[in-house]
């Protein structure tokens, strides 16, 4: 069950139009042909003080569909032209589910690709939930040291906020290999250890994790395509370790 993930930028003030026809195009979606599940998400910056802010200047939009001939239809479709139109930067990534590691989002809990992830592939990561506003400080700050201890990890490509309601506090990341990500979250990585469990039991619902093989993009974010650029630092971290072995 593959996914269209188009995250666009604007520059100053171009993404107000958007924001009038949010409501339109997420009603667009549900009749868009193989649709499944999809929103409109806003995105936020992880390394503020606070430990996240919004950024009002991209957005993103993640569609479920039946098929990868639906993604490649709904990629060229009126709904996405007007969802980016007045970007000036554009990232499209068509993924397939290799690992649900909880739950679900609004329901969709998605069919896995039938072949394995690889430990040595790139890998995007999804992360969802909702925040219990009590427990919003104890999060916003343990966030906060997660993202300074990610900060120089050469296997984090590229990673944002995203929320498709006010009290989501969900993530999207790429990473060079599924092995870099296993690896900082559940080993190289004292904060993350420590959060998961209050995480996952006290301070937030609704949680849900999943990670994708990117088997298509073509676009930038922050002017380079992180797929390509995970791709490459795969293919040199394999090098080197077959020069050194």
């Not at 990610?150 to 309601?165: E, F, N, P, T, V």
């Amino acid at each position: 069950m593959p996914v269209s993930f188009v995250l666009a930028s604007f520059p100053a003030r171009g993404w107000v139009p958007l924001v009038s026809r949010i409501s339109q195009i997420n009603e667009e979606l549900r009749t868009t042909p193989g649709f499944v599940e999809g929103r409109v998400f806003g995105t936020g910056n992880l390394k503020p003080p606070i430990g996240g802010a919004p950024v009002f200047r991209r957005w993103s939009l993640f569609v479920a569909l039946e098929t990868h001939e639906a993604v490649k239809e709904f990629e060229q479709s009126r709904t996405v032209e007007r969802f980016t139109d007045r970007a000036d930067e554009v990232w499209r990534a068509a993924l397939s589910p290799t690992r649900v590691g909880r739950g679900n989002w609004r329901g969709w809990r998605p069919e896995l690709d039938e072949v394995p992830h690889d430990d040595a592939e790139p890998v995007l990561s999804m992360t969802y939930s909702h925040l219990r506003p009590q427990h919003a400080p104890a999060f916003l700050w343990n966030n906060k040291r997660v993202v300074d201890e990610q900060r120089g990890d050469d296997g984090l490509i590229a990673q944002l906020g995203i929320a498709d309601d006010l009290s989501a506090t969900s993530t999207l990341s790429v990473w060079r290999s599924q092995e870099d990500l296993v690896d900082f979250a559940y080993r190289r990585s004292p904060a993350h250890k420590a959060v998961i469990k209050p995480s996952l039991n006290k301070w937030q619902t609704d949680n849900f994790s999943v990670r994708f093989r990117m088997t298509d993009s073509s676009g930038t974010w922050d002017g380079r395509d992180p797929a390509v650029a995970a791709r490459l630092a795969a293919e040199e971290l394999k090098r080197l370790r077959s020069a050194t072995s």
